[in-house]
């Protein structure tokens, strides 16, 4: 059986082509919660928030709440929060081993239940959710801003339901929708509470912005939060300018997934190099291999999302599986 070591010294080393903010100077909120900053109009409105670092080596998301804080930004009506969620696991960062601070004992975002929370269990992570969740409860509309451990196009996760695709429609970026119910081994803070339930006017949406380190990753978490507070309409758009990429918004493609593929041993690989959004023609095509098992395409136009063995263990879920959604 391969060690987690010994698969990663197999993957490619990314530059590190950005700078970690130091977020210490966050940490005294006006929240009653470290690292957490709300800002009220005193008119009402939505409460909307943005968090940054639900996984500690996601850097992306961090510069942008760092720089959405040090702008001061106020909202025109309504509530805005800014968050940095696993900091534990961010200040732990190590250029070193950069895969290994996505968290300290447990996914951050596999803790999202009634039954996790109200559990007897206990770990940093659940710790922290605990402490952030009064916050999320009284959240109307979330961004999560994450990034993805390998170079690919940014992708906005809607969730499965409608209310959650009309939401990635009319926030209008980035160029790829992924259409998913989340992970089988735990639930995601966009799935949390009013954000999972269709009867629920709450909204959330997760954004994964490009690989963890780049410099196009950090420009698309910048993007995606202005475009986010300008589509709540919490914030006026003039003073977002600087946040916003210039150039064409392209037409949205939507990716429906149809099941994830979850690793039963360290021995798993990839038949080929996918990095995500691939397209394999013919259904049966052999994809990876798990020990003795192999993996084939289960239908014609299957498209790979988020492949990645940086976090392989049994259990884990190593990529997923979709259909195009754009005749829909």
């Not at 709540?232 to 300018?241: C, E, H, I, N, S």
């Amino acid at each position: 059986m391969n060690t987690l070591e010994q698969i990663r010294a197999k993957l490619q080393v990314y530059p590190m082509e950005v700078t970690f903010p130091d977020i210490r100077r966050w940490q005294s909120g006006n929240t009653g919660v470290d690292y957490v900053h709300a800002f009220d109009s005193g008119v009402a409105g939505p409460h909307v928030m943005i968090m940054a670092l639900t996984h500690g080596n996601e850097v992306s998301g961090a510069i942008a709440v760092d720089q959405l804080l040090r702008a001061g930004l106020r909202p025109l009506k309504g509530r805005v929060t800014l968050g940095f969620a696993n900091v534990e696991a961010y200040h732990r960062f190590d250029s070193k081993i950069p895969d290994a601070s996505r968290f300290v004992d447990e996914d951050l975002n596999r803790v999202w239940s009634a039954s996790r929370l109200d559990s007897g269990g206990d770990s940093l992570e659940l710790r922290r959710a605990r402490e952030l969740r009064p916050i999320i409860d009284s959240v109307d509309f979330l961004l999560d801003l994450h990034s993805m451990h390998e170079e690919a196009p940014p992708l906005l996760l809607s969730g499965p339901m409608q209310k959650g695709i009309r939401f990635a429609e009319e926030t209008g970026i980035p160029e790829h929708v992924i259409v998913d119910v989340g992970h089988p081994n735990g639930k995601r803070m966009r799935d949390y509470g009013g954000f999972g339930d269709a009867a629920s006017p709450k909204n959330a949406l997760l954004i994964e912005t490009g690989q963890h380190f780049s410099l196009r990753s950090r420009d698309v978490a910048l993007d995606a939060a202005a475009r986010f507070l300008i589509k709540t309409g919490v914030v006026a758009a003039t003073k977002l300018d600087d946040f916003l990429t210039p150039g064409k918004i392209l037409n949205q493609h939507f990716f429906q997934v149809t099941q994830p593929i979850v690793a039963d041993t360290t021995d798993f690989e990839f038949t080929q190099d996918f990095r995500g959004l691939e397209l394999i023609e013919h259904a049966g095509t052999v994809i990876a291999r798990d020990g003795e098992r192999e993996i084939s395409t289960p239908y014609d136009d299957c498209v790979i999302i988020m492949p990645s063995l940086r976090h392989l263990a049994p259990g884990v879920t190593v990529m997923r599986l979709a259909k195009v959604l754009d005749d829909r």
